[in-house]
């Protein structure tokens, strides 16, 4: 089975970017709904402990970190790029501010009026259970939890650059889509799509017009399945995908060498396996799981360590 699995869920941010992606590459897939909150049994036993949202998988090929799942998702279709190479430096760019943006829009919607509309959404026992786990999302990491002090100095000025920029053309980087307007458009619908606060960002009128240009891509053509079904699809499925970009053996590990592999920023639960493959783009390690048979589980080089198990 070759088909694309989204594991996510409606609230997810960075789900939402990928939703989106998916939609503008005019992509058939599978969506799996996982939970917001932890135990997530469904889906560990895929990553091997990895618990963030988005999780893509083809087969039994798992893909964590939304960086990744970008560059898979251009390579099953490069119609409609969004990658270009003259526009890579500035794509990258654009990445390496994603998280300032995304955790800056959190304080945003957890403001009164916002946190009201997703008490609502959520229940409000689960919305406790959502506040605690996320205390424990961001421990053990570099990341820190953002305050509204952190979301005060970089929120409105980075969402102001933003607006001034696409006062130039329809999209951040031109006349079409790159992956810059995907990694921004998601801490932007965080905030527009809470009416307590999306009022926030209606000074931005460019912004505003670009945001729903790209919410007019849709979400391609998703089908329900059940996550214990994904779970059987890993372990029926023989053939692997292929490694992202030109072996790069990390100085002090091996291939076959048992490792484990955790993000740093937050959310850094380790992933133990036998690396197979490490390049400037990926590492992908291979993990036995009970239920889901042999898994290989692959992560962006950026933002991840590998340890000597
Ligand atoms: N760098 C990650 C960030 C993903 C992320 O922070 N996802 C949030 C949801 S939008 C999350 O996982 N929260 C905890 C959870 O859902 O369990 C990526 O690009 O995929």
């Known amino acids: 089975?070759?088909?694309?699995?989204?594991?996510?869920?409606?609230?997810?941010?960075?789900?939402?970017?990928?939703?989106?992606?998916?939609?503008?590459?005019?992509?058939?897939?599978?969506?799996?709904?996982?939970?917001a909150v932890m135990p997530k049994?469904?889906?560990?036993?895929?990553?091997?402990?990895?618990?963030?949202?988005?999780?893509?998988?083809?087969?039994?090929?798992?893909?964590?970190?939304t960086a990744l799942m970008s560059r898979v998702i251009e390579r099953l279709q490069p119609q409609r790029?969004?990658?270009?190479?003259?526009?890579?430096?500035?794509c990258a760019a654009f990445a390496s501010l994603e998280q300032t943006l995304f955790l800056a829009s959190i304080p945003v919607v957890f403001q009164p009026a916002g946190m009201k509309v997703i008490i609502k959404r959520?229940?409000?026992?689960?919305?406790?259970?959502?506040?605690?786990?996320?205390?424990?999302?961001?421990t053990g990491g570099i990341a820190p939890w953002p305050n509204a002090e952190f979301s005060k100095i970089h929120f409105l000025p980075l969402i102001n650059a933003l607006d001034l920029q696409?006062?130039?053309?329809?999209?951040?980087?031109?006349?079409?889509?790159?992956?810059?307007?995907?990694?921004?458009?998601?801490?932007?619908w965080f905030v527009l799509s809470n009416p307590g606060v999306a009022g926030q960002l209606a000074a931005f009128k460019n912004l505003l017009a670009w945001a729903e240009r790209v919410r007019g891509f849709g979400?391609?053509?998703?089908?329900?399945?059940?996550?214990?079904?994904?779970?059987?699809?890993?372990?029926?499925?023989?053939?692997?995908?292929?490694?992202?970009?030109?072996?790069?053996?990390?100085?002090?590990?091996?291939?076959?060498?048992?490792?484990?592999?955790?993000?740093t920023d937050y959310g850094c639960e380790p992933v133990i396996g036998t690396l197979l493959h490490a390049s400037v783009f990926e590492l992908a390690i291979k993990r036995q799981d009970e239920r889901a048979g042999e898994i290989?589980?692959?992560?962006?080089?950026?933002?991840?360590?590998v340890a000597a198990v």
Not at 41 to 65: E, H, N, W
Not at 125 to 135: I, L, S, T, W
Not at 169 to 188: K, Q, R
Not at 222 to 250: H, K, M, N, Y
Request: net charge neutral; proline share 9%.
């Open 1 to 35: 089975m070759n088909d694309i699995i989204l594991h996510h869920y409606a609230l997810s941010p960075f789900s939402e970017k990928i939703r989106t992606m998916l939609g503008y590459k005019q992509l058939a897939w599978k969506s799996v709904t996982q939970p």
């Open 41 to 65: 049994p469904d889906l560990l036993p895929l990553t091997g402990g990895y618990r963030k949202a988005p999780v893509m998988q083809i087969g039994r090929d798992i893909y964590c970190d």
């Open 81 to 90: 790029p969004l990658l270009s190479a003259p526009l890579r430096a500035s």
């Open 122 to 138: 959520l229940g409000a026992e689960v919305f406790e259970r959502f506040r605690q786990d996320r205390a424990a999302l961001f």
């Open 166 to 188: 696409l006062a130039a053309g329809p999209f951040l980087l031109g006349e079409a889509p790159t992956l810059a307007d995907f990694i921004c458009y998601h801490p932007v």
């Open 219 to 263: 979400h391609g053509t998703p089908t329900e399945l059940d996550a214990a079904d994904a779970v059987a699809i890993a372990r029926s499925t023989a053939q692997g995908q292929p490694f992202d970009g030109p072996l790069l053996e990390p100085e002090k590990f091996k291939l076959g060498q048992t490792v484990s592999v955790s993000a």
């Open 296 to 305: 290989i589980v692959h992560f962006p080089r950026q933002g991840f360590k």
